[in-house]
């Protein structure tokens, strides 16, 4: 159920040296607020000095009290500021995002209204959040994502997509571009079996680059699930049918599942949020469903 929320700080964190329009917005954004809640929170700009500092900054944002942490950036540096909350252990602070970046799938999936009316109305709801550890014992590590991680070809393509012209059918084109580069590869999973992918994705929005819609999952994601999309290793042509079909009528349903896990063969690239980041050989990886462990505005 949605509840009312008066916040006492609202901290608007972007990148000044963004190649998009971040700062504009930012301080555009700022500035509406101003205008709405003339007595309202302290509302503070804070920009990025480098990669990782949004994680930082949002982190102590959320602790102090009932704070409203907004990202002005795409999905990967709204990974960050989620990141940051959550590290924080706050029970209060609630996220959300204005999309400045190439990438928005997270926006443009669960945004409900312009977010300067949403925070002045202050409904506040719950979602799910994915979480990825690498390793075991003392060495593990964990990170949140809002909306998916995947292995292999599909996040290349959606990286290719976002630098990609507009258009599906131009987009299809960059797919196309990025086959002769690309391997499977092989993971062992928990029974012990071997298994060759083209692609592994784990996903809590039912979108990803603009145009592909992976399953029929709700748009709002707070089941405690998480839908997993597979593309068992095939022929290149098999593969290009099956990103058209993604592009266009879409996967349909998709397993969900609570949690997954496997050990890595060799060293394997990923994509968190438009992010990418690397397991080491021998690895072992679990994706988890965080269920309703982030506050959104909407």
């Avoid at 040296?17 to 930012?26: D, E, I, R, V, Y």
């Amino acid at each position: 159920m949605d509840t009312p929320r008066r916040f006492d700080s609202i901290t608007i964190i972007f990148n000044p040296n963004s190649t998009g329009n971040a700062p504009k917005l930012a301080s555009g954004l700022s500035e509406e607020l101003a205008s709405l809640l003339p007595e309202g929170p302290n509302i503070r700009l804070q920009p990025t000095q480098h990669a990782g500092h949004a994680i930082d900054l949002a982190n102590e944002a959320a602790s102090s009290g009932n704070a409203l942490v907004v990202s002005v950036s795409g999905d990967g540096g709204y990974n960050e500021v989620v990141n940051g909350v959550m590290n924080s252990g706050s029970k209060d602070a609630v996220c959300a995002v204005l999309a400045a970046g190439n990438a928005n799938d997270h926006s443009r999936v669960t945004g409900r209204q312009p977010l300067a009316e949403a925070i002045a109305e202050g409904k506040v709801r719950r979602i799910d959040l994915l979480r990825i550890s690498t390793g075991d014992g003392p060495v593990s590590e964990s990170m949140y994502a809002h909306s998916y991680i995947g292995f292999g070809l599909t996040p290349i393509m959606a990286i290719d997509l976002e630098k990609g012209s507009k258009g599906a059918i131009k987009e299809m084109f960059s797919v196309v571009r990025t086959f002769s580069k690309f391997k499977p590869f092989k993971i062992r999973q928990s029974d012990g079996v071997h298994r060759k992918f083209d692609s592994l994705v784990f996903a809590n929005i039912s979108q990803m680059a603009k145009y592909a819609t992976l399953s029929e999952a709700d748009d709002h994601p707070s089941d405690g699930k998480f839908e997993v999309i597979t593309f068992p290793h095939m022929a290149k042509w098999r593969i290009l049918l099956t990103a058209l079909r993604a592009a266009t009528k879409g996967l349909g349903d998709q397993p969900s599942m609570e949690r997954y896990e496997f050990t890595t063969l060799k060293p394997i690239p990923y994509q968190i949020d438009g992010e990418v980041k690397s397991a080491e050989s021998n690895t072992a990886v679990r994706i988890e469903s965080v269920p309703r462990s982030l506050q959104i505005l909407g």
